[in-house]
T-cell receptor
Framework: GAVVSQHPSRVICKSGTSVKIECRSL??????MFWYRQFPKQSLMLMAT?????????EQGVEKDKFLINHASLTLSTLTVTSAHPEDSSFYIC??????????????FGPGTRLLVL | DQQVKQNSPSLSVQEGRISILNCDYT??????FLWYKKYPAEGPTFLIS?????DKNEDGRFTVFLNKSAKHLSLHIVPSQPGDSAVYFC?????????????FGQGTTLQVKP
């Protein structure tokens, strides 16, 4: 149980284009989803928290107009990197929390999406 | 301000021996702690967790110890296996209402040598 998928696993795009990443909870309802990014050899940096049906809460320093988050259902959240630039190249990971059993604080992570902006 | 710290960036252990990964935190409001394991280019996998009302939780080869007075937790893996080689992150729940945000340490890379 508690499987989270991400799509695509890897994407290469040109500077200035927008990229959408999907995060799905496959076997449980995710009341909350989180988006992280990870730079090489660094820890996970929380970008935003999204609750189903409401606006995402962004961490300080994260541009909400740059990173659009939609959490339209209990099993799907999307992150759109708008007008991507090379400095947005990173590993983006989503996690989901909800009715997966265990403590409610436990987050289950997707496999991540490697974004490379040329 | 790093609220969760893993001061050892790497650890090397012989197969069959015990691996001990350490984590310190500063926020006394943290009430739930988790350990995740991460392979390169993959998302973290939940390993084990512990509530602040306990001082030990065991699951197979993995045991987590919590010392609240010292604000310290550790993950013991015994016996260690080559497949355990990965980056291990400790995380703490910030306890601020319903946000459920996790604060992660920097990670410790464990290498288990055959």
């Amino acid at each position: 149980g508690a499987v989270v998928s991400q799509h695509p696993s890897r994407v290469i795009c040109k500077s200035g284009t927008s990229v959408k990443i999907e995060c799905r909870s496959l076997d449980f309802q995710a009341t909350t989803m989180f988006w992280y990014r990870q730079f090489p050899k660094q820890s996970l940096m929380l970008m935003a928290t999204s609750n189903e049906g409401s606006k995402a809460t962004y961490e300080q320093g994260v541009e909400k107009d740059k990173f659009l988050i939609n959490h339209a259902s209990l099993t799907l959240s999307t992150l759109t990197v708008t007008s991507a630039h090379p400095e947005d190249s990173s590993f983006y990971i989503c996690s989901a929390r909800g009715l997966a059993g265990g403590r409610w604080e436990t987050q289950y992570f997707g496999p991540g999406t490697r974004l490379l902006v040329l | 301000d790093q609220q969760v710290k893993q001061n050892s960036p790497s650890l090397s252990v012989q197969e069959g021996r015990i691996s001990i990964l350490n984590c310190d935190y500063t926020n006394s409001m943290f009430d739930y702690f988790l350990w995740y394991k991460k392979y390169p280019a993959e998302g973290p996998t939940f390993l084990i967790s512990i509530s602040s009302i306990k001082d030990k939780n065991e699951d197979g080869r993995f045991t987590v110890f919590l010392n609240k007075s010292a604000k310290h937790l550790s993950l013991h893996i015994v016996p260690s296996q080559p497949g355990d080689s990965a980056v291990y992150f400790c995380a703490a729940s910030d306890g601020s209402g319903n946000t459920g945000k996790l604060i992660f340490g920097q990670g410790t890379t464990l290498q288990v040598k055959p």
